[in-house]
């Protein structure tokens, strides 16, 4: 897996691979997530540059590559939005399970991510539009509530029905 | 640790996507680190945000990355890190014994006892943990014995048990759990036990006191 090869061997060829693909997907998302392009094109760099640092925290076994680079990127535009950081967890001693899904090599996750892809057009608009408002658009629940003009309750009840649905795919079980 | 009341799916799910207010988030993160079933549902959604992330096709000209992008972060590669403060992913579930989860000790130290509490009324205590736009995120402190007002909620509220107990109409709260409730719930939460109960509590609007006392303390307790 080239993200944890990275990891070990410090090599720089791989991190130009890592760069080229991600990079341009971590741009798109930042600016979905409303960023002006001079700002989103800053952040992506930092996030980039975080996957060379912190290549030491990836544990391959626990995420795949875009997985983690989501979350980078995702606390990269946070941080500088609120200007403080985003509240992460401690995950030293996560249990190992057996029905966890994580663990993939890239070719599992490219079938994994269009799976996923495949099982978010296929959401009733409701459920897809409070996934797309919840990621891109940084909405809460009550800000979602309120411009689509329907009840706190609804908001989370389609939110739990299209992750119960998307988690089902990710296992493959849908 | 037994843990029984974890948090509502809405709620782990905006928290992976970064959508929830900064208190709330804290909260979520504080209950994940000590939480081995709630850890894992979030790995699992973090897989969606990945799979989103790696779904992006960028064929729009502004999402293009700049020329010489690669080029300046290559030269990056080699410099000296900025010194950082220990990462909150690699340090252990609780810092200290005192029970304050990993994430919260940014805000507050390692130590529930030097806490500087603000009194409220008898037997009642808050520490503010963070500036919320809309919305608290604090510390209470309550004696055993003693009640909080009956309240309703205008949007969501998330209470993590750091010590002590509490219980009410919906059940038996201990260290750990979380109470993730919104506008759905009317509660009155009741301190069990023979200690102080601790909570670290977040909401993202104001409480709706359903008394009329509660209805004239609002503005002077800050909820």
């Known amino acids: 897996m080239m993200l944890a090869e990275m990891a070990v061997t410090k090599d720089k060829s791989l991190y ?74 401690s995950w030293d001693d996560i ?48 800000e979602i509530a309120e411009r689509l003009k329907v009840p706190l309750g609804s908001v989370k009840s389609r939110i739990r029905l299209a992750a119960e649905k998307l988690k089902l795919t990710l296992r493959g079980e849908q | 640790m037994k843990i029984n009341h974890h948090l509502d799916e809405a709620t782990l799910f905006s ?17 994940v680190s000590i939480c081995d079933t709630c850890k894992g549902r979030v790995l699992e959604t973090e897989s969606i945000g990945g799979a989103l992330l790696d779904g992006i096709a960028s064929d729009n000209i502004s999402e293009q990355l700049s020329e010489d992008g690669l080029k300046q972060v290559l030269a990056r590669l080699d410099e000296e890190e900025p010194e950082v403060l220990p990462d909150n992913k690699i340090t252990s579930r609780f810092i200290s014994r005192d029970d304050v989860p990993a994430p919260l000790s940014d805000y507050i130290g390692n130590s529930l006892e030097s806490i500087h509490w603000m009194r409220l009324a008898p037997g009642f205590f808050y520490y503010d943990v963070c500036k919320e736009r809309q919305g608290i995120c604090r510390l209470l402190k309550v004696a055993p014995g003693k009640s ?27 260290q750990g759990d979380v109470v993730d409730v919104d506008d759905q719930v009317e509660h009155q939460a009741l301190i069990g036990g023979d200690e102080d109960c601790i909570c670290l509590l977040a909401t993202d609007s104001p409480l709706r006191f359903t008394t009329l006392l509660g209805k004239i303390l609002q503005p002077i307790s800050g909820f």
């Not at chain 1, 890592?18 to 930042?30: R, S």
């Open chain 1, 95 to 142: 249990q190992e399970s057996s029905d966890d899904v994580s663990g993939v090599d890239a070719g599992e996750q490219a079938v994994q991510s269009e799976r996923v892809a495949l099982a978010i057009s296929q959401l009733p608009e409701n459920q897809a539009q409070v996934v797309y408002m919840s990621f891109y658009e940084g909405c809460s629940h009550s």
């Open chain 2, 15 to 31: 928290y992976v996507a970064g959508s929830l207010s900064q208190g709330m988030a804290l909260v979520v993160a504080c209950h």
């Open chain 1, 16 to 89: 130009v691979q890592l760069y080229q693909h991600f990079a341009p997907k971590v741009k798109a998302y930042i600016i979905r997530l409303g960023m002006m392009e001079a700002t989103a094109e800053e952040l992506t760099q930092e996030a980039m540059l975080n996957m060379w640092r912190k290549s030491h925290l990836f544990q391959p076994g626990k995420s795949a590559a875009s997985t983690w680079l989501f979350t980078l990127a995702r606390n990269q535009s946070i941080d500088w939005m609120r200007k403080q950081k985003y509240p992460e967890y």
């Open chain 2, 148 to 174: 909080l007002l009956p309240h309703g909620h205008q949007g969501n509220e998330l209470t993590l048990l750091l010590r002590g107990s509490y219980e009410d109409e919906m059940g038996h709260y201990t």
